[in-house]
């Protein structure tokens, strides 16, 4: 049973870097892509970007400009930094992990996110 | 504003049967990507409840439902109980994005 572990600083100042980490427990590591997805206060999701095991990388066009993601193998862990934050960086951010099933005959494309890391509420306020 | 359109709200009686709708457009669902759905209750984080459009993971009432036609995608929830009460959103992929729903919030009444 695959676990995900995240942490990180929750209370950031305007311009400052967002730094968060999560930990994979249990299963494969080298065979996902690993997603950082947001949730804003009373809104929906955001997904972020994704990473995997070699550090092979995909960011949401919105963000790219402020988001690195990374990873370490060796602890089965990858982080996220988000850069010169603001107040509309506020948000509950989540760790998951990928699944990508593709059928080729019958043109389908199937990507879904389970399990979920617990959620970091990262807040951003002077 | 979320890629995937769906109700801010719906409700329902103990028992009773609701339905969630999800509207997107030809660059996702009707692309031929799938529908996937997650719960949310207050204070935690998603749960996959539906994936690939119809599928449920082990430990998933059959009580949930999915459905997938055209650009637009339903979850149904049968035998509604106290404990479903919670968002409710869908997911799907567009422009090698994952693109979700603006969420749905269940209320059992």
């Known amino acids: 049973q695959v676990q995900l572990q995240q942490w990180g600083a929750g209370l950031l100042k305007p311009s400052e870097t967002l730094s968060l980490t999560c930990a994979v427990y249990?299963?494969?590591?080298?065979?996902?892509?690993w997603s950082w997805i947001r949730q804003p206060p009373g809104k929906g999701l955001e997904w972020i970007g994704e990473?995997?095991?070699?550090?092979?990388?995909n960011y949401n066009p919105s963000l790219k400009s402020r988001v690195t993601i990374s990873v370490d193998t060796s602890k089965n862990q990858f982080s996220l930094k988000l850069s010169s934050v603001t107040a509309a960086d506020t948000a509950v951010y989540y760790c998951?992990?990928?699944?990508?099933?593709?059928?080729?005959?019958?043109?389908?494309?199937?990507?879904?996110?389970?399990?979920w890391g617990q959620g970091t509420l990262v807040t951003v306020s002077s | 504003q979320s890629v995937l359109t769906q109700p801010p709200s719906v409700s329902g009686a103990p028992g009773q049967r609701v339905t969630i709708s999800c509207t997107g457009s030809?660059?996702?669902?009707?692309?031929?990507?799938?529908v996937h759905w997650y719960q949310q209750l207050p204070g935690t984080a998603p749960k996959l409840l539906i994936y690939?459009?119809?599928n449920r993971p082990s430990g998933v009432p059959d009580r949930f439902s999915g459905s997938k036609s055209g650009t637009s995608a339903s979850l149904a929830i049968t035998g509604l109980q106290a404990e479903d009460e919670a968002d409710y959103y869908c997911q799907s992929y567009d422009s090698s994005l994952g693109v979700f729903g603006g969420g749905t919030k269940l209320t059992v009444l």
């Open positions: 690939g459009n119809s």
């Open positions: 030809s660059s996702n669902i009707g692309a031929g990507y799938d």
């Open positions: 998951a992990r990928k699944h990508i099933v593709v059928v080729t005959a019958i043109h389908s494309v199937s990507v879904w996110f389970d399990p």
């Open positions: 249990g299963g494969s590591f080298s065979g996902y892509y």
């Open positions: 990473i995997n095991h070699s550090g092979s990388t």
